[in-house]
């Protein structure tokens, strides 16, 4: 059989094997589970229908190899009088090559299915869905109807496929598909919302009009449905201000928590700093860090901490475990927090392939598995792959302090930055020889009397001097309270160190 050869025997794309065996192990299994005359396939003369028609044909052949070298299997075809004429011909003119049994419904998806499955029982239906597609948030392979359709098994067997996964099969297989694809079309609607891509235009000096390169050329999925008509998304609410408790945050202040992951840091081997770098950088735009937690490198642990930050401040960041190794467990510790599943991004997958070419880590590319329908990428022309987001949390990528200023910078200059910037927390750092019974009445007075002002002590070393930081975004509040600690004090006995 043609495909089968042309995957195990003719391909070098290890990668894209084993998207062919699991596809084909998904469709046996669906027919396994359902009598044969009670499945159907929803063909459209797409470019993802006619990759899972030749799924279909292969894996029944595996299963019947002295028998018809195609699958004879119930089609659905829903016409639209807005479908491109040449849509219609290729359907029909591969139904009649592959001999399927083609039932063409002149009405819309949901109300056409009802009919169908009133005149003919059906249990499953195989489907060209593709993560990434408007409809596949939440679906597996095998993904029952959703409430208020006709009750049905959707069987997904090129869920995980990428835009790049089936030109390679179509293409690895010499396999027909619908010629629109061959003037610039990579994602095919109606006729009133889809036009060429214009990223795969070509212009000529000698010709007036513009040509199309073959859909197969974008080399950029990402950008697979630019030749759509787009709807504007709403924009999303802002994050509300949450006051963490503290009686001296006003209203305005926006809080921050930061997670760091790292086993490497709870055992002692290398120190934490990137943690107490993004507090300054927060501080400066007005942000006041509430918590700042090290978890180790196990799920349930970063599960843990972020479910609980992320409901108590307005925005919680981490640091480490992104990546391809098993200890890399941030983006499922996120997932697990919010309750959704790691699925492929096949926008991040692109960026990750344009950076390190075909070296993916692992058949699946783990590394492009994100928390499904809550996660932003976060662009930025400087940076190689964008930030993530996933509603209120971003995971960082830096893992050192140049990094970590080339990302902050790139989040301050997105357009609709997630970090709303205000006036920054201005601080003096004081210090005194006195002892601490010497100083706290004063400090504790100094407290209360100023409520909107941070006011910490520490020292440097035991018998070294007390270090007074004062902190606050008033600066006339701010040398009210340092010119009122010099006059409770001896003279001589307080003096300035530093100040921002």
């Known amino acids: 059989m043609e495909i089968e050869r042309a995957m195990t025997a003719e391909s070098s794309d290890r990668r894209l094997q084993t998207k062919y065996r699991r596809a084909v192990y998904v469709i046996q299994r669906a027919l396994a589970l359902y009598p044969f005359h009670q499945v159907a396939f929803s063909f459209n003369g797409g470019k993802d229908s006619t990759v899972l028609l030749h799924l279909l044909r292969a894996a029944y052949y595996l299963l019947h190899p002295d028998g018809n070298p195609n699958c004879p299997i119930r089609t659905i075809y829903f016409e639209s009088p807005s479908a491109f004429p040449e849509i219609n011909s290729f359907t029909f003119q591969t139904a009649s090559s592959y001999g399927l049994l083609l039932e063409t419904i002149h009405?819309?998806?949901?109300?056409?299915?009802?009919?169908?499955?009133?005149?003919?029982?059906?249990?499953?239906?195989?489907?060209?869905?593709?993560?990434?597609?408007?409809?596949?948030?939440?679906?597996?392979?095998?993904s029952p109807s959703s409430p208020g359709w006709p009750p049905f098994m959707r069987v997904n067997p090129?869920?995980?496929?990428?835009?790049?996964?089936?030109?390679?099969?179509?293409?690895?297989?010499?396999?027909?598909?619908?010629?629109?694809?061959?003037?610039?079309?990579?994602?095919?609607?109606?006729?009133?919302?889809?036009?060429?891509?214009?990223?795969?235009?070509?212009s000529h000096a000698s010709a007036p009009n513009?040509?199309?390169?073959?859909?197969?050329?974008?080399?950029?999925?990402?950008?697979?449905?630019?030749?759509?008509?787009?709807?504007?998304?709403?924009?999303?609410?802002?994050?509300?201000?949450?006051?963490?408790?503290?009686?001296?945050?006003?209203?305005?202040?926006?809080?921050?928590?930061?997670?760091?992951?790292?086993?490497q840091i709870l055992f002692g081997a290398v120190e934490e700093n990137l943690g107490s770098a993004l507090c300054k950088k927060l501080r400066g735009i007005g942000?006041?860090?509430?918590?700042?937690?090290?978890?180790?490198?196990?799920?349930?642990?970063?599960?843990?901490?972020?479910?609980?930050?992320?409901?108590?401040?307005?925005?919680?960041?981490?640091?480490?475990?992104?990546?391809?190794?098993?200890?890399?467990?941030?983006?499922?510790?996120?997932?697990?927090?919010?309750?959704?599943?790691?699925?492929?991004?096949?926008?991040?997958?692109?960026?990750?392939?344009?950076?390190?070419?075909?070296?993916?880590?692992?058949?699946?590319?783990?590394?492009?598995?994100?928390?499904?329908?809550?996660?932003?990428?976060?662009?930025?022309?400087?940076?190689?792959?964008?930030?993530?987001?996933?509603?209120?949390?971003?995971?960082?990528?830096?893992?050192n302090g140049d990094e970590l200023e080339t990302q902050w910078s790139c989040l301050l200059e997105l357009p609709e930055t997630p970090l709303s910037v205000k006036a920054p927390f201005l601080s003096l750092l004081v210090s005194t020889m006195l002892s601490d019974v010497g100083i706290a009445k004063v400090v504790s007075e100094l407290s209360i009397k100023f409520p909107d002002i941070h006011i910490v002590c520490h020292r440097t070393s035991r018998n070294g001097p007390v270090m007074?930081?004062?902190?606050?975004?008033?600066?006339?509040?701010?040398?009210?309270a340092i010119e009122r600690l010099f006059s409770s004090l001896p003279e001589g006995a307080v003096c300035k160190v530093d100040s921002d």
């Open 107 to 142: 009405s819309d998806f949901k109300s056409g299915l009802e009919q169908l499955l009133a005149q003919k029982p059906t249990q499953a239906i195989f489907l060209g869905t593709r993560i990434g597609d408007p409809n596949a948030l939440g679906q597996d392979q095998f």
């Open 158 to 202: 090129i869920l995980d496929w990428s835009y790049r996964d089936v030109w390679s099969f179509l293409l690895t297989c010499k396999l027909d598909y619908c010629t629109l694809y061959d003037q610039g079309y990579t994602s095919i609607g109606s006729i009133y919302d889809t036009v060429p891509n214009a990223l795969l235009a070509v």
């Open 210 to 263: 513009l040509t199309f390169k073959p859909a197969y050329m974008l080399l950029d999925g990402r950008l697979e449905r630019a030749g759509r008509a787009k709807k504007s998304a709403p924009k999303p609410h802002a994050l509300p201000t949450i006051d963490n408790g503290a009686n001296n945050v006003d209203a305005t202040t926006s809080t921050a928590s930061i997670i760091v992951i790292g086993d």
């Open 287 to 399: 942000w006041q860090v509430s918590h700042i937690s090290v978890v180790p490198n196990e799920i349930d642990a970063v599960a843990e901490e972020v479910e609980l930050r992320k409901s108590t401040a307005d925005m919680v960041f981490i640091f480490g475990a992104l990546g391809p190794l098993h200890s890399d467990v941030s983006l499922a510790g996120v997932a697990k927090a919010f309750g959704v599943r790691l699925a492929p991004d096949e926008e991040f997958e692109e960026y990750l392939r344009q950076l390190i070419g075909s070296d993916y880590t692992g058949d699946r590319n783990e590394m492009a598995l994100l928390p499904e329908g809550i996660t932003e990428l976060l662009h930025h022309r400087t940076l190689p792959v964008p930030l993530i987001k996933c509603k209120n949390v971003i995971v960082m990528a830096a893992t």
């Open 468 to 480: 007074i930081s004062f902190i606050a975004k008033d600066k006339s509040r701010l040398d009210a």
